[in-house]
């Protein structure tokens, strides 16, 4: 039943996106480490904003075209827990998560402000906001 709900979810985000709605990733190099600095929750009424995290979740990616994570990357959560790997396109702007309950999970990022943000599939808004480490 689970999976079920996040197909649907998935299926009306992916409706409701636009190629035109994407960012290209201009403001910052993608390759290399990033790690997680803020999670933005909206509670369906249009109030959300981001909010700092204390979380040690990184995403490393990989000029071959792969990426991994020291935690699982189908749900949105700053706790470290079981590793993930998958690949991206730079090109599409996605995120394609391969040990996902619902297989291949995909994912968009933009990079703003040398902020890479990966929006998750909600219901309502939910975004995870990385920076580059000094």
Same mark, same amino acid.
């Given at each position: 039943?689970?999976?079920?709900?996040?197909?649907?979810?998935?299926?009306? $985000?992916?409706?409701?996106?636009?190629? %035109?709605?994407?960012?290209?990733?201009? %403001?910052?190099?993608?390759?290399?480490?990033?790690?997680?600095?803020?999670?933005?929750?909206?509670?369906?009424?249009? $109030?959300?904003?981001?909010? $700092?995290?204390? $979380?040690?979740?990184?995403?490393?990616?990989? =000029?071959?075209?792969?990426?991994?994570?020291?935690? %699982?990357?189908?749900?949105? =959560? =700053?706790?470290?827990?079981?590793?993930?790997?998958?690949?991206?396109?730079?090109?599409?702007?996605?995120?394609?998560?391969?040990?996902?309950?619902?297989?291949?999970?995909?994912?968009?990022?933009?990079?703003?402000?040398?902020?890479?943000?990966?929006?998750?599939?909600?219901?309502?808004?939910?975004?995870?906001?990385?920076?580059?480490?000094?």
């Amino acid at each position: 039943m689970r999976n079920l709900a996040v197909y649907i979810v998935m299926v009306f $985000s992916l409706i409701a996106c636009s190629d %035109d709605d994407k960012v290209k990733s201009t %403001d910052a190099e993608l390759l290399g480490t990033w790690k997680l600095s803020q999670v933005y929750m909206d509670p369906g009424d249009g $109030s959300g904003d981001f909010t $700092s995290v204390d $979380s040690e979740k990184t995403i490393s990616f990989f =000029s071959d075209g792969t990426l991994n994570s020291n935690t %699982d990357l189908c749900f949105i =959560s =700053s706790e470290i827990g079981q590793p993930s790997t998958g690949i991206f396109s730079e090109a599409e702007m996605t995120i394609t998560v391969l040990e996902c309950d619902v297989s291949p999970f995909e994912m968009n990022f933009e990079i703003d402000n040398n902020n890479l943000i990966i929006s998750y599939f909600c219901i309502e808004a939910c975004q995870e906001k990385y920076v580059k480490p000094v």
